[in-house]
């Protein structure tokens, strides 16, 4: 079939941005469409509504081509023939099931505007299901259209890299045509080389939510091992390096410490469980509960180390917070377990303060009432304890000798098993980490 080269992208958060910058890289014409007036109009400038290393430079490299325009009219979608549904799902605030009030807004917003032919194509992450009945819906208010899902996979901090080079591309279709028009738009993607995985409807769905459950499950399993080293005396450090190197097992997503968080994997697991419930297999996904469970547990057993270390009394004692963010080189905080722990000790009567590279702005708006520095110098000034929570790489090359001259007490417990333990040590430290005994 012919392909007219316009693309619409609905929604420009994270995923959406994103997608409609490398859309537009490939050289087709893309019209970002989002509610936020303030977003849209960052954007349009070509500034980026939040940090991703290298998505900034590819943006305002795309809007200089005047291929990529962004708007808040959604009858711009009229000029375009695949509208990429990119809006965000996040956890109802009375449970644990997603919430798809913007999905479904979004779909029925461009509904009356759908040319001809056209084809819907969503790419956040639903429960399964949401896919079938949204097209159900376009059958009656737009019968010119279809609509197909492709799940997205991208990391935060390698958004770029995971979207124009993903290690997959999986499209939910009803039908040969959709598949078909999905194959002319990421052809140049195709042509890397990258595996093309055609399912229907629902097990498109499933595989992203499934991705995400495998991977906390395994992030929760080395925490669960780190638990038990700690009670036997082991090293988790070594542990998974160890079976890692079964190819089978593998040793990435094997990094021990305070957990997942973020605004996918936590929310992911928790709706993909209610809707197991929803439908009947709710015992399938029982394991889950105790992912989060474990999940939610090793924040609390850093704050454990932090009383063994200081005293279950915290409101004498300064404590510098090293992260912010859920993971280095994004500044996103939702669900940070660093913030979380910061907050938590803030909230028990210490002294908090936090640093963070990237994530400082976005924190503050989180919790108002916590302390921010603005370098690590700051921080950790007169510190009693420092914790190092996200693992930045600017935090593993800091100088423990120069570091000693500051603090009040050269105490360090590492939250992400990233810090070279010999080097702390040797420079007068006393460092504990999750899940490796001393
Ligand atoms: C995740 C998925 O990886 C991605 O494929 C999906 O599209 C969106 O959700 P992201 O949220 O960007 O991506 O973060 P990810 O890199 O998966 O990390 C999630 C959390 O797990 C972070 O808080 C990270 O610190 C933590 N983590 C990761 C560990 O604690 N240990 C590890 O070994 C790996």
Known sequence: MTMNETLSV??????????????????????????DPEKVAMLSRGELPFYEPGLDTLLAQEMKTGRLTFTTDFSAVAEADVHFVCVGTPQSKDGLAADLTYVKSAVAAIAPYLKDGSLVVGKSTVPVGTAQSLRNQLAES?????????????????????????????????????EEILKSVYEPIIALGTPWIRADLPTAELVKVAANSFLATKISFIN?????????????????????????????????????GGG????????????????????????????DAINLRARQRVIDVVRSDLSENLSQYKIAVLGATFKPDSDDVRDSPALDIAAQLHAAGAHVVVHDPKGIEP????????????????????????????????????????????????????GRNALDRDLWRSAGWKFHALGRTD
Not at 14 to 31: D, E, K, N, Q, R
Not at 252 to 260: C, K, N, P, S
Not at 277 to 289: I, T, V
Request: proline share 4%; hydrophobic share 45%.
């Open 224 to 260: 669960a091992m780190a638990e038990v080293c700690e009670a036997a005396g082991g090293d988790v450090t070594v542990l998974a390096k160890a079976i890692g190197y079964d190819p089978r097992i593998g040793n990435r997503f094997l990094q021990a410490g305070i957990g997942f």
């Open 363 to 414: 924190a503050r708006k989180r919790f108002p009432s916590l302390n921010f520095a603005e370098s690590v110098t700051e921080c950790v000034k007169g510190a009693d304890l420092i914790l190092h929570l996200t693992e930045w790489k600017e935090y593993r090359a800091l100088d423990p000798s120069e570091l000693g001259h500051l603090v009040k007490n050269k105490i360090i417990i590492d």
């Open 10 to 35: 609905i929604g420009c958060g994270y995923l959406g941005a994103t997608h409609a910058a490398c859309m537009s890289s490939l050289g087709f014409t893309v019209i970002g469409i989002d509610t």
């Open 264 to 291: 996918c994997l936590p929310k992911d697991i928790r709706a993909f469980m209610a809707r197991a419930e929803e439908l009947g297999a709710k015992q399938a996904l029982e394991f889950l509960r105790e992912i």
């Open 142 to 178: 737009a019968p010119q259209s279809d609509l197909a899902w492709n799940p997205e996979f991208l990391r935060e901090g390698f958004a770029v890299e995971d979207t124009l080079t993903p290690n997959r591309l999986v499209v939910g279709v009803a039908n040969d045509r959709a």
